[in-house]
Structures are given as C-alpha cells and as structure tokens.
C-alpha cells in the first residue's frame, strides 16, 4: 500500500510539472511597413513557442523565409537583399514575463504582461521589453504582442533607393496559441 502510495503522488507530482509548459509549432507572427508611398505586410504560421508557466520563461522562434507576402518579388527581396535568410535563418526571441504573478494559469482572463529579453535577427542580438497578453482559456493559453522594430538597429541594410517605401520602425503582431503539454 505504502509502495502504491507513493508511486501515485510521484505521477501526480510529474504530471504537474509537465502541465507547466505550454507550447505550439504554429504560433502567428506578422509585420507591417507603413509610408506614404507604399503599405507592406507579411504573415508567418510557422512560428514555434513556448512558455513556462511556473517561471515565466518565454521562447519562441521564426524562420524567415517562412514571411509570405502580397507579391512574390517582396517575399523574394526580402529574402535575398533585406534579411539574408539563407545566412540568417530565423528569428528568435528568449525572455521571461516579468510581472508572471499577475497571470492566473488556472483560471480563464486575459492578463497583461511585460517580457523582457533578447531579440535576435540577422545576426543581431539586443536587449528588449516586450509588453502583451496572455488569454487563459480552456487549457489554452494565447500570447498577443504588438510592437515595433527599427531595421537600422539589427543591421538590415535599406538601400536608398527604396528606403522610401520602408518605414523607419516596423510594426510587429504577435498571436500565438499555445496548448498546455
């Protein structure tokens, strides 16, 4: 009995600790360029997440190629001139919540929150706060960002010619649903 005992509070005390991470592969992230010449915005749904409910540790990563625009020579300069993704890959992003104690995993409601990390695009790692909400809903829990990005400050070379249809910053939306796992 006493063997028994323990080894159902043992799979109990697992099981709560797995129940900690929440996470997805398909996590939303777009972008969008507003100038009085020209509107630009891409999508990706190829975004992979996740966060640690217990510690407030947040990740999530996005390949560049997988940016998909209005017209394929966008995608294509994007790609080739702009970000190098065949040099740089992906974007990532390793933080934590900083005020996690103002999120209740337990119970449905949106939260607002602050991240505070480090942002790294091609090649380029720098120091941010990042501020969002986390939606608690039915074992979910979905993560909404919106904020901005200087391409000067990750060294994304704008040639002159164009840098009139690129804004200065860059609106970034984050909209990721992540599954209890």
Known sequence: MKKILVAVMMMG???QVY???YMTRTGKVSFFSSTPVENIE???NEVASALDSKTGDFVFQAPIKSFKFEKALMQEHFNENYMESNKYPKADYKGRVTNLNAVNFAKDGTYNVS???KLTMHGVTRDVTIPGTIVVKGGQA???SKFKVKPAD???NI???VEGKIAK???VTVNSILEKK
Do not use: R
Request: glycine share 4%; no cysteine.
């Open 13 to 15: 005390a697992a099981t």
């Open 19 to 21: 129940a900690q991470k």
């Open 42 to 44: 891409a999508f990706n």
């Open 115 to 117: 991240t505070s990390g």
């Open 142 to 144: 979905t993560v909404n």
């Open 154 to 156: 990750y060294k994304i």
């Open 159 to 161: 040639p002159k010619l």
């Open 169 to 171: 910053e860059i609106e």
